[in-house]
């Protein structure tokens, strides 16, 4: 009979070989944590590996990413579509097992981690993501949402300050179904963590309001086992499980220390603890009575036909929300998005209003909002400044009204910019949800990993961003931004919008709710921006992200390109002109107007066009590529001043004068 020793060494020895193989990677915590795993996905799991998009299913998140060959390993033995081969490219070009896990590769890998502490925040958003929920569509007599999110993390990712963050507003919020197991085996890098990591980890967690079990032994089944069901029997507080643990457990001569952290054992070190574990088989060889013991294929099908009972019976009574539960669940758009979207843009054009594009951020979520429920939006402390909270939002944690709210779509996230964006790729991850969250576009720095993290995962999370330059006037410099905007477009894969108007303003919106593979960032001003009027061709081409806004006849003699609070600018500066063909070009999204084809991109800007001024309150070095060397950027390379906007614009020198002073350079 397979013991549970036996089953938790099948990790141990997989995650060594594969770092052997690949002569890099971090065993220490997959043989650390695979008793762990072992009583957790035998005993408490709920997860089918013949679909590992179950909706139902329980959510398992590896915080401490490095330690990737223990989810590997844990879903090859029970039974995902990873293989041996799978795990011996470990670390290989174009594997489903690359170095970290990443969301997308092999199935069964929830989200991708690495950066620690995002893990952590990532769980906590689909932890929130299912009480929020189940508010929505569970009925008396009928739960079909009702699922764990479990967490593995260590002393880096309590380190990292996005865990204060996340793991405060978890608490506070009594996501009780969420379980972090926290690998305390007083070991990084630099070896024992004491010197700089002596916080009371147990007494922390309690004073966020989590539910603590501490002093678990990390190696004792019994233990580990109990702990969780004192970890689920606890509904109204998340549980830190504090498991004492040995480092590279089972390498007799290395387990404990900080070599055994970041490097291959070594082949003697790999057989020595394969005596140790008696476990007398060779490389990435595990016995089939193992694999026996690890299978998880037909339980966890009985256990998705189950919900499947579960939810037809919903169906029958609720039919309406059941299909509103797949549709949403599936990220499919509502039936109508497509008519009722294009008649919000006809109905904001049709005002012709001038409000500073926060605002008009606003009127686009009160035209879109109400025909989407998936919509779960959300400010850091900033609601008010940032217009996110639109006429059908209903706040979850409010103290102006009940004090939580699941059945809500709308969250008070707290002064947490990083731990919002992280939760919000949680949320996305988890289904059901088109998360947007905001704040102002300086604080996007204190936020920047988990953009990037929502790009390399190709996942519709829309951050907001509001106060987007020296117009935010008098707060001054360190909150004015300047380069901003430059390097949130050199993101790979991140749509950037800043428009300069109500029309597109809500066509940024559709854009970011339409765009399945890509997060997105709106940017708007704290100014009030000019109306521009445009034709229905003119309105279409905005979705392009670049187009012509005012044009002459024939072959224009200079082009001024122009985003945001800088249009109208643009377009008075043409307008003064008489003498010259100066055509505008509006540009509120260079990476979308990018992937346009070259066709379209020559129409916009034709080559035999070379005198080009591109006007942008913001670092200018990017707006070269579309100007040329010989063309100009009226945009500001120093950091900003303390004074009303209107000084400030003037002072640097976004003038109409300015422009057409730029203008007439070029053309000389």
């Not at 061709?537 to 992200?545: D, L, S, W």
Request: charge should be negative; hydrophobic fraction near 40%.
């Amino acid at each position: 009979m397979t013991t549970r020793q036996q089953l938790a060494n099948a990790i141990r020895v997989l995650a060594m070989d594969a770092v052997q193989k690949a002569n890099s990677g971090h065993p220490g915590a997959p043989m650390g944590m695979a008793d762990i795993a072992e009583v957790l996905y035998n005993d408490f799991m709920h997860h089918n590996p013949t679909n590992p998009k179950w909706a139902n299913r329980d959510r398992f998140v590896m915080s401490n990413g490095h330690g990737s060959m223990l989810p590997y390993s844990v879903l090859h033995l029970t039974g995902y579509d990873l293989t041996l081969d799978d795990l011996k490219a470990f670390r290989q070009l174009h594997s489903k097992t690359p170095g970290h896990p990443e969301y997308g590769y092999a199935p069964g890998i929830e989200t991708t981690t690495g950066p620690l502490g995002q893990g952590i925040a990532n769980a906590v958003g689909m932890a929130l993501a299912e009480k929020v929920l189940a508010a929505q569509f569970n009925k008396p007599n009928h739960t079909i949402v009702d699922h764990y999110t479990y967490v593995f993390l260590g002393d880096g990712c309590l380190m990292e300050g996005i865990s204060h963050e996340a793991c405060s507003l978890a608490g506070t919020l009594k996501l009780g179904k969420l379980i972090a197991f926290y690998d305390d085996n007083g070991i990084s890098i630099d070896g024992d963590v004491i010197g700089w990591f002596a916080d009371n980890t147990p007494k922390r967690f309690e004073a966020y309001g989590w539910h603590v079990v501490a002093n678990v032994d990390g190696h004792n089944p019994d233990a580990i086992k109990q702990a969780i069901e004192q970890a689920q029997a606890e509904t109204e507080r998340p549980s830190l499980i504090c498991c004492k643990t040995i480092i590279g457990k089972g390498a007799p001569n290395k387990q404990g220390g900080h070599d055994v952290h970041g490097a291959p054992l070594g082949a003697a070190e790999i057989a020595a603890a394969r005596e140790a574990m008696h476990w007398p088989y060779e490389p990435f060889v595990i016995p089939a009575e193992v694999y026996l013991g690890w299978d998880a294929k037909e339980k966890g099908q009985a256990l998705e036909s189950e919900w499947n009972k579960t939810f037809a019976a919903y169906a029958a009574e609720y039919p309406t929300e059941a299909a509103e539960f797949q549709r949403r669940m599936k990220g499919e758009l509502p039936a109508n998005w497509a008519e009722a979207s294009q008649a919000a843009i006809a109905t904001i054009n049709a005002k012709a209003e001038s409000p500073a594009t926060r605002v008009a951020s606003k009127n686009a979520l009160d035209q879109f909002a109400p025909l989407l429920p998936e919509f779960l939006g959300g400010s850091a402390d900033l609601s008010p400044s940032n217009n996110t909270f639109n006429k059908v939002s209903k706040a979850i944690n409010s103290t102006h009204g009940p004090e939580q709210n699941f059945s809500g779509n709308y969250i008070s996230y707290g002064v947490r910019e990083f731990g919002m964006s992280a939760i919000m790729n949680g949320v996305t991850l988890h289904g059901g949800f088109i998360p947007y969250g905001a704040t102002f576009l300086m604080f996007s720095e204190y936020a920047r990993n988990a953009l990037r993290m929502a790009a390399l995962m190709k996942i519709r999370s829309i951050f907001v961003y509001t106060h987007d330059s020296i117009g935010l006037g008098e707060d001054g410099p360190t909150h004015q931004a300047v380069e901003q905007i430059p390097t949130l477009r050199m993101i790979p894969n991140m749509q950037v919008w800043r428009p300069c108007d109500g029309v597109e303003s809500i066509v940024a919106w559709k854009a970011a709710i339409e765009s399945e593979t890509m997060p997105s960032c709106l940017i708007f001003t704290r100014q009030n921006l000019a109306f521009q009027t445009r034709t229905p061709e003119q309105i279409a081409n905005i979705a392009k992200g670049g187009y012509v806004l005012k044009d002459t006849e024939g072959t224009p003699d200079a082009i001024i390109i122009a985003t945001g609070s800088e249009v109208d600018l643009a377009m008075k500066a043409a307008a003064q002109m008489t003498d010259r063909k100066v055509r505008v070009v509006s540009m509120p999204s260079t990476n979308i107007f990018d992937a346009q084809s070259a066709e379209y991109k020559e129409s916009v800007l034709p080559k035999a066009v070379t005198a080009r001024v591109a006007v942008e309150a913001a670092v200018s070095a990017g707006w070269y590529k579309y100007v040329g060397l010989n063309g100009e950027v009226v945009g500001m390379d120093r950091f900003g001043e303390s004074a009303p906007a209107s000084e400030l614009f003037k002072y640097f020198g976004f003038t109409v004068d300015n422009v057409v002073a730029a203008v007439k350079r070029v053309l000389s």
